[in-house]
Antibody, heavy 119, light 106 residues
Framework: QITLKESGPTLVKPTQTLTLTCTFS??????????VGWIRQPPGKALEWLALIYWDDDKRYSPSLKSRLTITKDTSKNQVVLTMTNMDPVDTATYYC???????????WGQGTLVTVSS | DIQMTQSPSSVSASVGDRVTITCRAS??????LAWYQQKPGKAPKLLIYAASSLQSGVPSRFSGSGSGTDFTLTISSLQPEDFATYYC????????FGQGTKVEIK
């Protein structure tokens, strides 16, 4: 059974760096073809893809946010970490991590974590 | 960047209705398209992948079609549990979601 869970601060101040951790079970990030992605959703708005990391450490970033994002993995801990620099109130959103196999769709999602950016 | 445009943005329908949602890509994406259902306060749920393949456990009243730039999600007979927001997502180049289509009770 594949499960994922996001953790991190619920409140960050403008200009601070956000660090989110996705802890997962039921699969290994050392298995060929497997990846974990991050997606966010501002309140009442659409989903926005942020970043992906694959089993072979291949990393992909949203072109519009690439300069602010870093994604890493710790295979031994079954964790993926996303950092986003220079946070702004417009970055207030629910942040999700999700499992991906191959190079297409997200088939398992975490419950999401709401991050508010406010001074 | 590939943009995904869904239409309509919302639709009012009754139980038993046939509902069709369209997604258009700004450039060809072959069949690299997925559909998700999201209910308030919940994570999205994968319904369709590779444009027309039904995810395991998803009712057969959901179907997807299309390739290239134009895609369709169809709910053949709307059930009470289907009232939700639906998103398309391309996977041809990076990832992009559509803006969503809310299916509301008429």
């Amino acid at each position: 059974q594949i499960t994922l869970k996001e953790s991190g601060p619920t409140l960050v101040k403008p200009t601070q760096t956000l660090t989110l951790t996705c802890t997962f079970s039921g699969f290994s990030l050392s298995t060929s073809g497997v990846g974990v992605g991050w997606i966010r959703q501002p309140p009442g708005k659409a989903l926005e893809w942020l970043a992906l990391i694959y089993w072979d450490d291949d990393k992909r970033y949203s072109p519009s946010l690439k300069s602010r994002l870093t994604i890493t993995k710790d295979t031994s801990k079954n964790q993926v970490v996303l950092t986003m620099t220079n946070m702004d109130p417009v970055d207030t959103a629910t942040y999700y991590c999700a499992h991906i196999v191959g190079y297409s769709e997200f088939d398992y999602w975490g419950q999401g974590t709401l991050v508010t950016v406010s001074s | 960047d590939i943009q995904m445009t869904q239409s309509p943005s919302s639709v009012s329908a009754s139980v038993g209705d046939r509902v069709t949602i369209t997604c258009r890509a700004s450039q060809g994406i072959s069949s690299w398209l997925a559909w998700y259902q999201q209910k308030p306060g919940k994570a999205p749920k994968l319904l369709i992948y590779a444009a027309s393949s039904l995810q395991s456990g998803v009712p057969s009243r959901f179907s997807g079609s299309g390739s290239g730039t134009d895609f369709t999600l169809t709910i053949s007979s709307l059930q009470p549990e289907d009232f939700a927001t639906y998103y398309c997502q391309q996977a041809n180049s990076f990832r992009t979601f559509g803006q969503g289509t809310k299916v509301e009770i008429k």
